[in-house]
């Protein structure tokens, strides 16, 4: 697995992305974000067998407090 920079500008952030940037904006290991995933705590979706996030609505997500997935993934 590789490690990334901290990310420091929304900018920086493709428009989608993988587990393990997800896990750097969260300050979270790979497998805690993978498990929030399949717990539907955090708006993803799967592309073939990889989980994948939309940038616009992990920023909404994010910028609600992390809370209900569900009010943000539209």
């Known amino acids: 697995m590789r490690k990334f920079a901290v990310i420091t ?3 920086d952030i493709p428009l989608i992305f ?3 940037v997800m896990a ?3 300050g979270r290991s790979y497998d805690s974000v ?10 993803a979706f799967k592309l073939g067998n990889e989980w994948r996030f939309d940038k616009r609505i992990i920023q909404r ?4 407090g992390g809370e209900n997935p ?3 993934s539209t």
Request: net charge positive.
């Open 34 to 43: 993978k498990k929030m995933c399949q717990q539907s705590k955090i708006p």
């Open 24 to 26: 750097c904006l969260l």
């Open 70 to 72: 569900k009010e943000v």
């Open 61 to 64: 997500w994010i910028e609600a």
């Open 18 to 20: 993988d587990i393990p």
């Open 9 to 11: 500008r929304w900018e």
